[in-house]
């Protein structure tokens, strides 16, 4: 039997992440902050309106996105037709407006969209391409669902996912991990693994049995860190342009001001560098269509395929007559719970306020203020923090921010210490 049928079964046996009505309220199930999903995936644009759920399990995302967009047209769709049932049931024991349109379907397969729609505004597709063997199918699979200047949410397995390691610890008491078959046992030992790993936050013991069963023992896993993933990204024609981990990692190298290696690296390739360094045990990422290229901080004004925007995400205030610089930009984000000083010269203070308040820029903004390195850093960490993201041009084609070099591929907010370059 492939492992994709194998996975399917498990999901037929055990729909995750549960059959009960706890899909319906539990936040632990719900996607990162839609404010984040729009200011880095959807900046100035308004909520989307048609919105697909490429994996839906029993439902629990799809009803959590019910609830944050009450007005949009919410397909969600899932291989496993027990798990599509039981979400279908759920539906019925609540009263809505616009109900979800929950359907089977294969994401591996081909047709997609001629199967659930091509004008979808936003896609989000968590915790699912970390149990298929192939990922980069499914996401070329999802690219025709998808509305031009629309974007992808993906919630993948990192290379430190507590499952990587317990799938070679386990087994030395005969546990076999292909398939959960002694839940009790199971449940036993992760005591005395938790019991080791106190600051690993929620005890696994106490996971429920769909993440035992799919999450811990399984077929298949693709628990790997960020630079495979955004090789498999890239391979299927997308690009990362922001990702969840990405400002408070980074906000680490800049409190020590340890941040200046990390320049010209665009939002893809610094993500992966520091997802090297500490790896994560989930990557939450967005994703737009299109192919590395540089940075429009990086060529000439004019020449690249993208404008800024300014992501929503930050609120900004120009303090002056400070020593040291003439201009301190103090950004405050409360979605990512964050905040930065930054000394800008005075100029720079004003193209900030033109930026925060037009809430886009293009070639002749950049040229204004990309004149050193030093500006064009600024730039480059903004993106990394999420402060700007990058839109595409209308009628250009879609290149993405690359690694100029070549390579290959929640602190709590305080007024009294922010974070300075």
Avoid at 278 to 305: I, Q
């Amino acid at each position: 039997m492939v492992p994709q049928e194998r996975t399917r079964r498990s999901y037929e046996r055990r729909p995750y992440p549960a059959a009960d009505r706890s899909v319906l309220t539990d936040r632990r199930y719900n996607l990162p902050a839609l404010e984040w999903i729009q200011g880095i995936g959807r900046a100035g644009q308004p909520l989307p309106r048609r919105v697909l759920v490429a994996g839906c399990g029993s439902g629990a995302e799809a009803f959590g996105l019910r609830r944050r967009l009450p007005n949009a047209k919410i397909v969600a769709v899932d291989f496993s037709a027990r798990s599509i049932a039981h979400a279908r049931r759920l539906q019925r024991s609540v009263r809505s407006d616009r109900p979800v349109k929950f359907e089977v379907a294969d994401l591996t397969k081909p047709g997609l969209a001629a199967q659930v729609g091509n004008d979808f505004e936003l896609i989000t597709c968590h915790g699912v391409l970390s149990y298929v063997p192939d990922p980069g199918r499914v996401l070329v699979n999802l690219t025709p669902c998808l509305q031009p200047g629309g974007a992808l949410y993906l919630g993948v397995n990192g290379a430190g996912h507590p499952a990587v390691a317990l799938r070679e610890w386990l087994p030395q008491f005969g546990m076999e991990m292909d398939e959960m078959q002694d839940e009790r046992r199971l449940r036993k030992l992760l005591a005395v693994w938790d019991a080791l790993h106190e600051d690993a936050g929620v005890p696994l013991a106490d996971s429920s049995e769909g993440y035992l069963a799919g999450d811990i023992c399984g077929h298949h896993f693709n628990n790997w860190d960020l630079a495979r993933w955004r090789g498999v990204v890239n391979a299927a024609g997308w690009e990362i342009v922001g990702t969840w981990l990405l400002p408070p990692t980074l906000r680490q190298t800049l409190k020590v001001k340890a941040h200046r290696p990390l320049f010209p690296d665009g939002v893809g390739e610094l993500a992966a560098a520091l997802d090297g360094a500490r790896p994560a045990s989930f990557h939450r990422m967005m994703l737009r269509r299109g192919v590395p290229g540089p940075a429009p901080w990086d060529v000439p004004a004019g020449r690249s395929a993208w404008d800024l925007r300014w992501s929503g995400l930050y609120t900004l205030r120009i303090q002056t007559g400070r020593a040291g610089a003439k201009a301190w930009a103090v950004l405050r984000s409360r979605t990512l719970d964050m905040e930065l000083e930054w000394p800008l010269s005075l100029a720079q203070a004003g193209l900030a306020r033109e930026l925060a308040r037009s809430g886009s820029a293009g070639a002749g903004w950049i040229g204004r203020w990309a004149r050193s390195e030093s500006a064009r850093r600024t730039l480059a960490l903004w993106a990394g923090f999420g402060i700007i993201t990058l839109a595409q041009r209308q009628g250009e084609p879609l290149p993405l921010p690359t690694d100029t070099r070549g390579r290959k591929n929640r602190q709590p907010m305080s007024r009294s210490s922010p974070c300075r370059p």
